[in-house]
């Protein structure tokens, strides 16, 4: 049985630190990416497409916002013909706020 061997990226990333919605900057991790990507969607052929075109995109970069990069890959999906995951990722914001709100929901569904 034939078995791809997982495709290695050669782009340097040069992106050091992400500024947040709420201003604050944390270390760029190019794992939330393939995080956000794998709430999306489980076909690794394309989760692995997506990631080394957003990081191409991105490659150049010393600090990039979160908006950017949520564009970046909404952009992508669109370019690659799969519109419906991109609108589920738009509407994906894991957040602390949304969980708080689920909490409440559900201890009032008691």
């Known amino acids: 049985m034939n078995k791809q061997k997982?495709?290695?990226s050669h782009?340097?990333?040069t992106v050091r630190f992400v500024e947040k919605q709420n201003g604050k900057k944390a270390v760029f991790d190019a794992r939330k990416i393939l995080t956000s990507l794998n709430h999306l969607t489980h076909d690794d052929r394309l989760?692995?497409?997506?990631n080394a075109?957003?990081?191409?995109q991105i490659a150049g970069y010393a600090q990039i916002d979160t908006a950017t990069?949520?564009?970046l890959i909404i952009?992508?999906?669109i370019q690659l013909d799969h519109p419906e995951l991109a609108k589920r990722y738009d509407e994906y914001r894991?957040?602390?706020?949304k969980k708080a709100q689920f909490q409440q929901l559900s201890?009032?569904?008691l």
């Open 6 to 8: 997982p495709q290695q």
């Open 11 to 13: 782009i340097q990333i």
């Open 94 to 97: 894991p957040s602390a706020t």
């Open 75 to 77: 952009s992508t999906l």
């Open 69 to 71: 990069i949520r564009q």
């Open 107 to 109: 201890f009032f569904n």
């Open 53 to 56: 075109l957003v990081l191409a």
């Open 47 to 50: 989760i692995r497409r997506i």
